[in-house]
């Protein structure tokens, strides 16, 4: 169902408060979605399952967490003011604007001094839109997003909104290294916004112009940079069948080549994901080389090194970046998860995702709504569970439209409280996958979701 499945996923998406378009009661506003209550919790999931296994689980990782603005001089000393381009055609006829190296049969090549795209053979000159006769002018489009600092009109500062989130990690080196007594090889952690003014959108939360990144800058010594390359490769790509359950088979590699390799980097591999059709970027590693400390001392005036206490050198550390989009991850997690099947003739929607990632971890019910002790009951088995796990209470409708609501948003466990219950304390629980029941005693069920959530 490829297309049609990101369809289903949208609707599912909007339909039970996991995406809405920003700004929705003006028409929308430039492909920026917010997440909803169901959104904010898949997400906040994947931010704390990273942090996890990237941080809290290892002995050499920092977490950061940067502003958005920084000193505008960054942005010269990174590159991005002049190199992060992409070539821009646009369509004289319905003005639609398309980046000329996707255009069929283009290919272009980059001068990263100089930010401009040489045409290395034109393609097609039909416009993919409205079949008009495109012009072989390509413009040179800027993606950093600019904003100003300062009250007094005429004395304002033009800054720019990070184009990539992990620029600040370079300009806290120092300070980690000293603050810390980080020693090489050693990496910083930061999930942060970033902002860039996408020439081709679409594809839902694919592709955004607000979004953000789960970045690792991994410091290291030259001579261990491409070991650890492959390392970081390996621990990445795990991550994303291991911790968020996606399934091997439509994971791949993909590495750059010189043409499209961003300016920064000495080598760059995509991991890609199969979201519906065809594989696409989900996260970007790239070997940093020595770079950014390099370009950001010579712009700022500092050094930004490091003093070998064993090998007594002093060197620039090389960095290794792994740079995971969390709209893409999030994305990833639906496509992956959603299920349709035919149960008793009707259709059952449900997302089967890693239970650690589901925004609501069980769902309590009282077997009808109109019986005053069962209520009660389950309110008391509900206000049991609150404390522990995202817990959601539902009474409306019978019980199996109160399961579908709950498999289509990915609730492992459902609990109902019955006539039983209030014999023998015990209650049945549901499983989201199998739809298979086992009764339960109230005063085990914490430690029951503890085991299966591996808490
Ligand atoms: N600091 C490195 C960097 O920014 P990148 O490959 O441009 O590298 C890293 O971006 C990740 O950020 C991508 O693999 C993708 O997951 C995510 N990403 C990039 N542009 C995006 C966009 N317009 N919308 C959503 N996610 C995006």
């Known amino acids: 169902m490829a297309n049609d499945l990101m369809e289903r996923i949208i609707s599912l998406c909007k339909r039970r408060g996991f995406v809405y378009p920003s700004s929705e009661i003006y028409g929308g506003f430039a492909n920026i979605y917010d997440f909803g209550p169901l959104g904010s919790l898949l997400a906040k999931n994947i931010r704390d399952v990273w942090i996890k296994k990237m941080v809290q689980e290892r002995n050499d990782m920092y977490l950061i967490d940067g502003s958005i603005l920084m000193h505008p001089k960054a942005w010269e000393a990174s590159g991005h003011t002049v190199a992060f381009t992409d070539p821009l055609i646009q369509c004289p006829s319905c003005k639609k604007r398309f980046r000329a190296d996707k255009l069929e049969g283009w290919n272009l090549e980059k001068d990263n001094q100089t930010g401009k795209w040489n045409v290395l053979n034109q393609g097609s000159l039909i416009c993919p839109d409205c079949n008009g006769n495109l012009i072989p002018d390509v413009k040179e489009f800027n ?5 100003n600092v300062g009250s007094i009109e005429g004395e304002k500062t033009k800054v720019y909104l990070k184009g990539e989130s992990c620029q600040n990690i370079y300009l806290d080196f120092l300070p980690i290294r000293d603050t810390m007594g980080a020693k090489i090889p050693f990496g910083v952690a930061q999930i942060g916004k970033a902002f860039r003014n996408e ?13 953000e990144q789960m970045d690792i800058e ?14 970081w490769k390996n621990i990445r790509f795990n991550w994303y069948i291991d911790t968020i359950g996606l399934s091997k ?17 000495r080598d760059a591999w995509d991991i890609e994901y199969k979201f519906f059709d065809e594989f696409e970027e989900l996260e970007g590693i790239h070997d940093r080389s020595d770079y ?15 003093f070998d206490p064993v090998g007594k050198k002093r060197f620039t550390p090389n960095i290794i970046e792994c740079s995971g989009g969390l709209q893409r991850t999030f994305l990833a997690i639906l496509a992956e998860g959603y ?12 997302l089967k995702i890693k239970p650690n990632l589901s925004p609501y971890k069980v769902a309590v019910f009282p077997l009808v709504a109109n019986k005053d ?4 009951k389950a309110k008391d088995v509900f206000n049991l569970l609150k404390p522990e796990f995202m817990t959601i209470w539902d009474s409306i409708g019978n019980i199996g439209k109160r399961y579908r609501r709950q498999d289509e948003i990915g609730t492992p466990w459902c609990i109902t409280v019955d006539y039983q219950t209030l014999e023998d304390n015990t209650v049945t629980i549901r499983d989201r996958d199998t739809m ?20």
Not at 292 to 306: A, C, H, R, V
Not at 373 to 376: F, G, R, V
Request: hydrophobic letters at 35%; aromatic letters at 12%.
């Open 249 to 265: 088979d439509r994971l791949c590699w993909r590495q750059h080549s010189s043409e499209e390799r961003i300016f920064y980097a």
């Open 199 to 211: 020439i081709t959108l679409g594809k839902f939360l694919f592709k955004v112009r607000e979004f």
């Open 292 to 306: 950014d400390l390099k370009q950001q001392g010579k712009f700022s005036g500092k050094t930004l090194d490091y």
């Open 339 to 350: 299920r349709e099947e035919k149960v008793n003739n009707e259709k059952r929607v449900f």
């Open 218 to 231: 991994y410091f290291c010594s030259p001579k261990e940079a491409k070991k650890l390359y492959e390392e």
């Open 436 to 455: 298979k029941q086992q009764r339960i005693k109230i005063e085990e069920l914490i430690g029951w979701i503890k085991e299966q959530l591996n808490v």
């Open 373 to 376: 002790n069962l209520i009660e």
């Open 143 to 147: 993606l950093l997003m600019t904003t």
